[in-house]
C-alpha cells in the first residue's frame, strides 16, 4: 500500500512535466562489451525506429533488455556485455524474450539506481538471464525502497570484485521474490565486504524471498546472508519452504560474513565435494542432503535444526569439543538415511516429531527423545547419554513475538520449561517447538518462525512424550538393541513403545532401574515376552502375537487405563510359570467398576476371565495348565482318575485393593477337559475352589458347550472347573461295545473316594487287558469280564463292580485289483488290495490267505471278464470280499517302411535313416549287421569302415500292437580316394639317388599315413650307374580297406659328371637296329643332329629342338654297315661330338 501510495504521488507530480518512456537495448552484442550510457544504445521502439534515450539519468523511464532483438536496426540476439560505465537511474529494469546480459564496469564503481513505477520494478522473466560479472570494475543494482521485482529466470553474481543487489534499510519485507524454476548463482570474492543481497546497512530484513522450487547456488565467496552491525541477527533472505540452497563451495571461516548463525535455510545440499561450516546455531533447514564427497560441520555450540529428511551420503561431523544438537522438530515424518558418516554431540527429537532410522547414528554427548522415534532395525551408539523424555506437564507463559524472528524475548513463568517442548500461542505456528532457551528461561528459541510482533504474549507449553519404535529382535537390550550407547540410559516415567518384532527386550530398562517401569502407551504388532514388571496409564495394544509375561513379572494397568488391538485366540496375554518356586507372571487392572476382560492364557490356549466388580477394586489374573492339588504351578499333579472330572486348567484371581464381591466368569477348550467332563450336564457342573491343601466340591453352574461358567465371589484364590459327584459315591456304569483295533480307553468308574485307587482286571486276556496307567486295552475279539474294585478309605465303603465288555471284529475289505492285458498273453498274476488292519497287522494275520481267479484264458477274446475273490478267514475281521475287472485288450498290425539307402563313401557324415512306422507309439529298433562298416544309435548312422553291411529295422510288440514285419536295407561304403603324388628331383651322375619327395592328401576322420597298413613308398629305376638322363619315379603298392589310391609320378634327373653348366652328348644303340644320340644343354637350342661315317662323310641328319636338360634323337641304322661312326649336334650354342659304334 505505501509503495502505491507514493508512486501515485510521484506519478501525479512528473506527469506532466515529463512522462513515462521505455527504452529498449539495440546496443548489440559486441564482444568488447557497450556503454549502458549511450544514447544510441536505447531506442524507444524494439526495432531501433523510434527515439534515443536523451539522458542516462530519467528517473521516470524503462529500461528493457528484450532477447528477441538487442541490435535493434541491425537485429542481434546472444549475450549483451553491458558496460556501467557512469551513474544510471531509471524506473524499472526488465528483462525478457530470453535476454542474456552481463552487467560489468571497467574501473571503479557502477550504479543502477531503480526509483520504482506501476507493477513490479526489477524483472527477470523466465528464459532471462542477468550475470554481474568481473570487468575490472564493481557493479550495484540500487533498488529504491518503494521497489518491487520478480526474478523468473537466471541471475547471478560471479566476481572478484564488489557485486549487490540492495533495497535500502527502508524497504519492505518480500519486495523482491524469486520464482518457482528461478536460479540465483553468487561467487563474489572481493578483497573488501559484498554481499549480493546487501548487509543490515545496505537493505531490509528479509526483503528477498526464494518461493518453493526457486533455487540459490552457493559456488564461493561472501555470505549470502549479508552481516549485522549490534550483535544483530540480520538476515536478507526469506528461504520458503520447497526452495533449495545449494552448497557448491566451502563457506570461508571468516571474514565473509554470516553464514549460519540464526538464519533459516531452505531444502540444503552440500554437493560437489564442498565443506558446510556452521558459524552459528542453524534455525532452520528443511531438509539437508549431503552429497557423497563432500561434508557439513555444525557449529561448536547451540543446534542445529532439522524440519525435514536427513540424508547424508558423505559426513556429517562436528568440531571436536562441540556441544551443538542436531535438532529434529518436523511437523510431517521424517528420515534418517544415507551412505555416508553421521556423528554429532547431541541428539535431539522434539516433542511430536516423527523421526525414522534408515541407518544408525553416532552420538557422543547426550541423545533427548521428546517425540515418535522409529529405530526399525537401526541404533543410536556412541558415548553418549539417553533418554527418553516423558510428557510436559502443560503450563502457561507470556513472551514478546517478533514477525519473522524465531525468538520469543522477555519470556516470563517459565521456570519449569524445557527445550524439546511444543510451545502455542498468538503469532506462533502450529507445530513449533522450543529449540533452546537461555540460562535465566527469558529468551526462547523456537523451530518456525514467529507471524506477529507483540508483547505480553500467552504461551502454553506441553509435550506428549516420547515413543520408542523397534522392529529389532534385540528390542531395547542393554548391549544389542536399538539404544546402543555406552553412557547412562534414561528411560523416563510415562513414555511410550511401539513393538514391530519379536523380541524378549521390549522395554527400555534405565541404566538405575526402577523397581516397575512406568509406561503411558504399549503396542505390540509382534510376539514378545516381559522383560520388566510395568504400570501402564493409556493404552496396552495387542495387534499380533501373544504377550508372554515372566514368572514374577506384573503389567500392571492403573485405573482408566485399557487393553487394546483384536484380542483373541491369537493375541492374549501369556502368563508363564515357573514350575520350581511357583511364581507366575500377572495382569493386573484397577479401577475395575464394569465388566472387564483379563485376556490371559497359556501358551497352548486362550484361557480369558471377566471379572464384575460390585465396587471399585484392583484385581490380578494368572492361569496355568496342569491343575494341582494345591492351585499352584509347583504343586502336585491331580492323577489321571482325577482329572476325569475336572478342567485341567487354574485361573488364580487376586482382589489386591477394593472390598465387595465380584463376578467371575471363566473360558476354557475342549481339550481340557477330563475324560467324562463333556458328558456332565450344564447343571452337573460349577466352580471349585482351592484351600491349599485340596478342591472344594463344584458350585454354582455352567454352559457345558459354550465352555464357560460364571459365578460372584467375596473372595478370591486358585479357580477351576469340575463336576459334581452322583449320589452314589462309586458308579461303574456299561461299556459301550469296542471293535478290534480300538485305542486304550478308560472304564468310566466315578468314585467319591480320592484316597485309594481303582483297580482292574480282565477275566479274558485274550480279549482285553488292563494297562498300568488302568486303562483298557483291547487285544482280541470276543466277550471279557472287567472288574473294577476299590478298597474302603474309611469313610467310604469298598467297591467291587463287574461288566461285560463285547469287542466286535474289525471291518477288513479285501478288493481284486483291475488289470489289463493285450489279447493273445497269458493271464497276469491276480492281485488283492486290503483296507481296515488296525494295530499295524498286514494280510499275514489272516487265517486262510484270498484267492483270486477270472474266467479269461489264454485265447479269449478283447472285452472285460470278473476277477473273483474268495477264500479269506481271520479270527479279529469280519471280511468283505469285493471282485475286479480284467480287460483284455485287442492288439493292431504295424508296417515298418524302410527306404533303400544311397551309397556313402568312407568318412561321409553321421546320417539319419529314412525309416518309419503306422504306429509312432513304439520306437523302431535298427542294427548294422557288420559294425566294421557302419553302427546305428537310435536312428542315425556312423560310418565306421568301406564295405557291405545290412540296416535292419524291427518294432516290438506291446500290449495294444503285434511286432512288426523286419525290413533291412543295404548299405554300400566306397573307399575314399587318396592323391599320391611324387616331385620331380635331380642327381648327378654316379651320386646315389635321393630320397624322393612325396605327398599323400585326401585323409578323412582325422586319419594319416600311419592308419595304412601298407603306405606306397616313391622308387625309380635308376642307379648310381645309370648314365645322364630321365628316369621315372613310381610307387610301389599301397594297401588300405578303406582308401583308393590313385598315384602321379614324377621325374629324376640324372645330370652329367660335368655338371650342370656344360653340355654334354652321349650315342648308344637303343636298339637292334636303332642308335639314339641324347643331348644335355645348360640352355635352349635349335641344331641340327648328324651321323658321320669314319671317313667324315655325313650319312644321317635330324634337325631337333635342344631343351634346357636332355633331349633325344633317334636314328634307324639297320641299313648302314656295322663299325665306326661319328654323332655330332650343332647349333647357335652348341657344339658337341661323340664316337659310336654301330652293330646289328
Known amino acids: 500500500m505505501r509503495k502505491y501510495l507514493l508512486t501515485c504521488m510521484a506519478m501525479l507530480c512528473l506527469a506532466a512535466a515529463f512522462g513515462q518512456n521505455t527504452y529498449y537495448w539495440v546496443g548489440g552484442t559486441a564482444a568488447g562489451g557497450v556503454n549502458m550510457t549511450t544514447a544510441s544504445s536505447w531506442n524507444t521502439a524494439l526495432d531501433g525506429s523510434g527515439s534515443t534515450r536523451p539522458s542516462a539519468t530519467g528517473a521516470s523511464d524503462i529500461l528493457v533488455f528484450d532477447g528477441s532483438n538487442i541490435g535493434g536496426a541491425t537485429p542481434a540476439t546472444g549475450q549483451a556485455i553491458v558496460h556501467i560505465n557512469g551513474g544510471v537511474t531509471c524506473a ?5 524474450n530470453g535476454a542474456n546480459v552481463a552487467f560489468t564496469r571497467l574501473t571503479g564503481t557502477g550504479t543502477i539506481n531503480v526509483s520504482g513505477g506501476a507493477g513490479d520494478d526489477f524483472v527477470i522473466e523466465a528464459g532471462s538471464s542477468l550475470a554481474m560479472t568481473t570487468a575490472g570494475g564493481s557493479t550495484v543494482i540500487a533498488l529504491a525502497a518503494v521497489c518491487t521485482g520478480t526474478v523468473s529466470g537466471n541471475f547471478s553474481m560471479i566476481t572478484n570484485l564488489q557485486a549487490r543487489i540492495a533495497n535500502s534499510t527502508a524497504g519492505t519485507p518480500g519486495s523482491l521474490v524469486f520464482k518457482a524454476g528461478s536460479k540465483f548463482t553468487s561467487n563474489i570474492t ?119 529428511n536427513l540424508e547424508a551420503n558423505g559426513n556429517l561431523s562436528a568440531p571436536a569439543g562441540s556441544t551443538n544438537e542436531l535438532v529434529f522438530a518436523g511437523n510431517v515424518p521424517q528420515t534418517i538415511s544415507g551412505i555416508g558418516n553421521i556423528t554429532v554431540p547431541s541428539f535431539t527429537v522434539s516433542d511430536d516429531a516423527q523421526v525414522t532410522l534408515e541407518r544408525n547414528v553416532t552420538v557422543s554427548n547426550n541423545a533427548n527423545i521428546y517425540g515418535r522415534l522409529n ?121 511410550s513403545y511401539v513393538i514391530n518384532a519379536a523380541t524378549t527386550q521390549p522395554f527400555g530398562i534405565s541404566t538405575t532401574a526402577p523397581a516397575v517401569l512406568s509406561i503411558r502407551d504399549a503396542t505390540f504388532n509382534a510376539a514378545g515376552t516381559t522383560n520388566a514388571s510395568a504400570e501402564f496409564s493409556g493404552t496396552l495394544t495387542l495387534n499380533s502375537g501373544r504377550l508372554t509375561i515372566r514368572p514374577g513379572d506384573v503389567l500392571h494397568l492403573l485405573a482408566g487405563a485399557s487393553i487394546g488391538g483384536a ?25 475395575l467398576t464394569t465388566p472387564s476382560t483379563f485376556p490371559v492364557g497359556t501358551a497352548a490356549n486362550y484361557l480369558p476371565a471377566v471379572l464384575t466388580p460390585s465396587v471399585a477394586s484392583d484385581y490380578t489374573v494368572a492361569v496355568f495348565e496342569g491343575i494341582t492339588t494345591n492351585g499352584t504351578p509347583n504343586g502336585t499333579p491331580l492323577t489321571l482318575q482325577e482329572r476325569q472330572t475336572v478342567v485341567n486348567a487354574v485361573w488364580n484371581i487376586s482382589q489386591v485393593a477394593g472390598s465387595g464381591s465380584s463376578a467371575v466368569k471363566l473360558q476354557w477348550v475342549s481339550p481340557l477337559e477330563g475324560s467324562v467332563f463333556a458328558s456332565f450336564a450344564d447343571s452337573e457342573i460349577g466352580f471349585i475352589t482351592n ?101 474302603s478309605d474309611g469313610f467310604y465303603p469298598a467297591a467291587d463292580v463287574t461288566h461285560t465288555l463285547t469287542v466286535n471284529k474289525a471291518p477288513l475289505t479285501i478288493r481284486a485289483t483291475d488289470l489289463t492285458r493285450p489279447e493273445g498273453d497269458a493271464n497276469p ?63 493292431s498290425a504295424q508296417t515298418i517302411t524302410f527306404n533303400a539307402i544311397q551309397p556313402k563313401t568312407y568318412g561321409a557324415a553321421d546320417f539319419a535313416l529314412a525309416v518309419s512306422s503306422s504306429n509312432l507309439t513304439i520306437p523302431i529298433q535298427l542294427t548294422s549287421s557288420n559294425p566294421s562298416v557302419a553302427t546305428v544309435t537310435g536312428n542315425t548312422v556312423h560310418v565306421t569302415g568301406a564295405g ?65 597298413p601298407t603306405a606306397p ?125 654301330v652293330g646289328h
Do not use: C
Open 948 to 1012: 557291405t553291411t545290412t540296416i535292419t529295422a524291427s518294432q516290438p510288440g506291446s500290449p495294444f500292437f503285434f511286432p512288426a514285419a523286419a525290413q533291412a536295407q543295404t548299405l554300400t561304403v566306397n573307399k575314399a580316394n587318396l592323391t599320391v603324388r611324387a616331385f620331380d628331383s635331380t642327381r648327378m651322375q654316379g651320386d646315389a639317388n635321393p630320397a624322393f619327395r612325396y605327398s599323400i592328401t585326401g585323409f578323412v576322420l582325422g586319419q594319416n599315413v600311419a592308419s595304412l
Open 567 to 591: 484380542i483373541g485366540g491369537s493375541n492374549y496375554f501369556v502368563t508363564a510359570t515357573d514350575a520350581t518356586t511357583g511364581s507366575q507372571g500377572l495382569l493386573r487392572r484397577d479401577g
Open 190 to 308: 572481493a578483497a573488501s565486504a559484498a554481499y549480493p543481497f546487501g548487509n543490515s546497512t545496505q537493505s531490509s530484513e528479509q526483503w528477498v524471498v526464494f518461493e518453493a522450487g526457486a533455487h540459490y547456488y552457493y559456488e564461493g565467496g561472501f555470505s549470502p546472508m549479508g552481516s549485522a552491525s549490534g550483535g544483530g541477527f540480520f538476515m536478507p533472505i526469506d528461504f520458503r519452504p520447497g526452495s533449495y540452497f545449494h552448497m557448491k563451495a566451502s563457506n570461508p571461516a571468516t571474514g565473509s560474513g554470516t553464514f549460519f548463525n540464526r538464519k533459516s535455510y531452505p531444502n540444503v545440499i552440500v554437493e560437489n565435494g564442498a565443506t558446510l561450516t556452521s558459524d552459528g546455531s542453524i534455525n532452520r533447514i528443511d531438509t539437508l542432503s549431503i552429497a557423497p564427497g563432500s561434508t557439513f560441520v555444525t557449529h561448536t555450540s547451540g543446534q542445529t535444526v532439522i524440519l525435514g
Open 829 to 891: 498274476t491276480l492281485t488283492v488290495s486290503y483296507s481296515g488292519f488296525v494295530n499295524g497287522e498286514n494280510e499275514s494275520v489272516l487265517l486262510t490267505p484270498p484267492v483270486a481267479t477270472t474266467t479269461a484264458t489264454l485265447t479269449s477274446a478283447p472285452g472285460t471278464y470278473p476277477i473273483t475273490v474268495s477264500g479269506a478267514t481271520a479270527a479279529n475281521y469280519s471280511i468283505t470280499m469285493q471282485g475286479g475287472t480284467l480287460t483284455v485288450s485287442p492288439r
Open 375 to 495: 529405530f526399525g532395525t537401526r541404533q543410536l551408539v556412541g558415548t553418549a547419554t539417553f533418554t527418553a523424555r516423558r510428557p510436559a506437564t502443560a503450563f502457561t507463559a507470556t513472551g514478546t513475538t517478533t514477525a519473522g524472528a524465531f525468538l520469543i524475548r522477555n519470556a516470563t513463568g517459565t521456570t519449569t520449561l524445557t527445550k524439546g517442548v511444543s510451545i502455542a500461542g498468538a503469532g506462533i505456528t502450529p507445530g513449533t517447538r522450543v529449540v533452546s532457551v537461555t540460562s535465566n528461561l527469558d529468551s526462547i528459541w523456537v523451530s518456525r518462525p514467529l507471524t506477529a510482533t507483540a508483547s505480553g504474549v500467552s504461551l502454553s507449553i506441553s509435550g506428549s512424550g516420547a515413543t520408542l519404535i523397534t522392529a529389532s529382535p534385540d528390542g531395547f537390550d542393554a548391549a544389542a538393541g536399538s539404544v546402543g550407547v555406552s553412557d547412562a540410559r534414561t528411560y523416563q516415567d510415562g513414555i
Open 1017 to 1141: 613308398v616313391p622308387t625309380s629305376t635308376a642307379t648310381a650307374t645309370s648314365a645322364p638322363g630321365y628316369y621315372p619315379i613310381t610307387f610301389t603298392t599301397g594297401v588300405s580297406a578303406n582308401y583308393n589310391f590313385v598315384y602321379t609320378n614324377a621325374r629324376l634327373s640324372v645330370l652329367p659328371a660335368t655338371g650342370a653348366d656344360l653340355d654334354h652328348i652321349q650315342a648308344y644303340m637303343s636298339g637292334a637296329n636303332s642308335l639314339r644320340v641324347r643331348v644335355y644343354s645348360a640352355k635352349p637350342d635349335l641344331a641340327d643332329v648328324y651321323l658321320y661315317d669314319i671317313a667324315g662323310h655325313p650319312i644321317m641328319r635330324r634337325n631337333v629342338f635342344v631343351q634346357q636338360g636332355f633331349t633325344s634323337a633317334e636314328f634307324l641304322v639297320h641299313r648302314l654297315p656295322p663299325g665306326i661312326y661319328v654323332a655330332r649336334v650343332i647349333g647357335k650354342s652348341v657344339n658337341l661330338t661323340k664316337t659310336v659304334l
Open 92 to 96: 524499472q529494469l526488465k528483462f525478457r
Open 691 to 791: 484351600s491349599g491343601t485340596g478342591w472344594s466340591a463344584p458350585v454354582g453352574s455352567g454352559d457345558n458347550t459354550a465352555n464357560n461358567i460364571e459365578s460372584t465371589f467375596a473372595t478370591f484364590g486358585a479357580f477351576s472347573v469340575g463336576a459334581r459327584p452322583p449320589a452314589n459315591p462309586f458308579v461303574f456304569n456299561a461299556m459301550p461295545a469296542k471293535n478290534y483295533g480300538d485305542a486304550d480307553f478308560t472304564a468310566g468308574v466315578l468314585t467319591a473316594n480320592s484316597s485309594t485307587a481303582v483297580q482292574y482286571t480282565s477275566s479274558n486276556p485274550a480279549v482285553a487287558t488292563v494297562t498300568a496307567s488302568g486303562e483298557i486295552h483291547v487285544t482280541g475279539v470276543g466277550t471279557t469280564d472287567i472288574r473294577a474294585t476299590q478298597a
